[in-house]
């Protein structure tokens, strides 16, 4: 008999990350540890762990009497998101560029090209995230590409929520200029790109 094995916290916290990111699970909403446990399988340990995770990375609160809940949608957070993201991420590109492989430029611009294709906020959304944290894989500092990738999955819960009825597709000229410039090895100019592009999303 072949035996099945258990979702890890990991995976049960990945998959609860992303039905908030996509607002499947709206701010509030209670996460019920029984209906989650029978839901992938397993017993409420590992439920429990993924808890933890969501409530570490802020998408989820716990609550006296109320138990664990979808974190709130704050505009003093998002704001603050901004604010981080506009100092981490040109930091983290700019360390970046000098050292960035010719593989590793290769997949920016795959996700790049993924970005501009996209037909959907979804898939706009993820291919976005893909194409930022390709470009700070040369960075070298793995503590601020922790911070960094956490407060991109912070923002997107923000950005689905506030531009899903807008969003259309369209080809990013800034991507394109940051590549331009990651191409000629030019940190500067590739931060002074994504300083403005940050800006503009804000």
């Not at 974190?71 to 560029?97: F, I, K, Y």
């Amino acid at each position: 008999m072949t035996e099945t094995r258990q979702p890890s916290s990991a995976r049960i916290a990945e998959e609860l990350i992303f039905r908030i990111i996509r607002g499947e699970l709206i701010a509030g909403e209670r996460l019920r540890q029984d209906h989650i446990a029978e839901e992938f399988g397993t017993s409420h340990v590992p439920v429990r762990e993924a808890f933890l995770r969501l409530i570490g990375k802020g998408l989820a609160v716990s609550e006296p009497n109320r138990g664990v809940r979808v974190a709130p949608l704050d505009p003093a957070a998002q704001r603050e998101l901004r604010a981080m993201r506009g100092v981490l991420e040109p930091l983290a590109l700019r360390h970046s560029v000098p050292h960035l492989s010719p593989v590793q430029i290769a997949e920016a611009e795959a996700a790049r090209r993924l970005c501009d294709a996209a037909q959907n906020i979804f898939d706009w959304e993820e291919a976005n995230r893909a194409f930022h944290s390709a470009t700070y894989a040369g960075c070298g500092m793995p503590r601020l590409q922790e911070e960094v990738a956490n407060l991109q999955l912070l923002a997107a819960r923000y950005q689905l929520v506030h531009y899903k009825e807008r969003w259309r597709p369209r080809i990013d000229p800034d991507h394109h200029a940051i590549m331009a410039a990651i191409r000629r090895r030019d940190p500067k100019a590739a931060g002074a790109v994504l300083e403005r592009h940050l800006s503009r999303m804000s």
